[in-house]
C-alpha cells in the first residue's frame, strides 16, 4: 500500500520558537495532502488543504499567519507553527491523496510539545 | 453542511465476540464516501474500509464489515470475533464531495472501543 512519513515523529521546543513539520509520500504522487491537529481524546480537525503548486486552503478559525503550509512538490508538503506556544502542543497529522483515489493515505503523525 | 455522527464514547466487548460501532451521517449530497479507521495508542491511523454510495453491496474487509443503511444514513462498523490487539480508537469519516475541496475527510468523534480478556 501507499506509504506517507511524517518527520519529526516527535519534537519539544521553547515558546517563541518555530517549528517544521515534513509530510511525504514515498511511493505515489499526492496531489492533495492534508493536514490534522488532534488533542487528546478528541476527533481529527482539518486544519488545512494543500494542492501542489498552489496556496493552502485554511479551515475557518485557523490562523494562517501562524500556521504556514508549503506543497512545493508532488511527495512533500511541509507545515511550519511559527511562534509556538503552549496551547499548540497537539499531535499534527498528514494525510495525501492521489488525483482520483477513493483513499487518504495518513503519516504517523508528529507529536508537537511546546514548553 | 455535511456532518458525521458517532454517539458511543467508549465501548466494551468480550474476546471473541462480535461489536457494532454506530456511525450516523448528514449530507445533502448524492454521491459520497464512508470510511473507518482504527488509531492505536501509537497514534497511526489505520485504513479499516470503505462504502460508497453508489454501491449496493455492504463492503467486507477480512473481520470488518460496514452495515450501509442507506435511507437511514447510517454506517455502522461491526468487528466481527473480537481481538486485544482491536483495543484503539475508532473513527468513522465521510468525503466531501463538493468541487474544490479536494476530498477532505470529515470526521467523527470517535468511539474507544476496550476488548476484555
Known amino acids: 500500500g501507499a506509504v506517507v512519513s511524517q518527520h519529526p515523529s516527535r519534537v519539544i521546543c521553547k515558546s517563541g520558537t518555530s517549528v517544521k513539520i515534513e509530510c511525504r509520500s514515498l511511493?505515489?504522487?499526492?496531489?492533495?495532502m492534508f493536514w490534522y491537529r488532534q488533542f487528546p481524546k478528541q476527533s481529527l480537525m482539518l486544519m488545512a488543504t494543500?494542492?501542489?503548486?498552489?496556496?493552502?486552503?485554511?479551515e475557518q478559525g485557523v490562523e494562517k499567519d501562524k500556521f504556514l503550509i508549503n506543497h512545493a512538490s508532488l511527495t512533500l508538503s511541509t507545515l511550519t507553527v511559527t511562534s509556538a506556544h503552549p496551547e499548540d502542543s497537539s499531535f499534527y497529522i498528514c494525510?495525501?491523496?492521489?488525483?482520483?483515489?477513493?483513499?487518504?493515505?495518513f503519516g504517523p503523525g508528529t507529536r508537537l510539545t511546546v514548553l | 453542511a455535511q456532518k458525521i455522527t458517532q454517539t458511543q464514547p467508549g465501548m466494551f466487548v468480550q474476546e471473541k465476540e462480535a461489536v457494532t460501532l454506530d456511525c450516523t451521517y448528514d449530507?445533502?449530497?448524492?454521491?459520497?464516501?464512508l470510511f473507518w479507521y482504527k488509531q492505536p495508542s501509537s497514534g497511526e491511523m489505520i485504513f479499516l474500509i470503505y462504502?460508497?454510495?453508489?454501491?449496493?453491496q455492504n463492503a467486507t474487509e477480512g473481520r470488518y464489515s460496514l452495515n450501509f443503511q442507506k435511507a437511514r444514513k447510517s454506517a455502522n462498523l461491526v468487528i466481527s470475533a473480537s481481538q486485544l490487539g482491536d483495543s484503539a480508537m475508532y473513527f468513522c469519516?465521510?468525503?466531501?464531495?463538493?468541487?474544490?475541496?479536494?476530498?477532505?475527510?470529515?470526521f467523527g468523534q470517535g468511539t474507544e472501543l476496550s476488548v476484555k480478556p
Open positions: 494525510s495525501a491523496r492521489d488525483r482520483g483515489d477513493n483513499e487518504q493515505f
Open positions: 511511493d505515489f504522487q499526492a496531489t492533495t
Open positions: 494543500s494542492n501542489e503548486g498552489s496556496k493552502a486552503t485554511y
Open positions: 449530507t445533502s449530497d448524492q454521491s459520497y464516501g
Open positions: 462504502q460508497g454510495s453508489y454501491d449496493e
Open positions: 469519516a465521510m468525503r466531501d464531495q463538493t468541487y474544490n475541496q479536494g476530498g477532505k475527510l470529515i
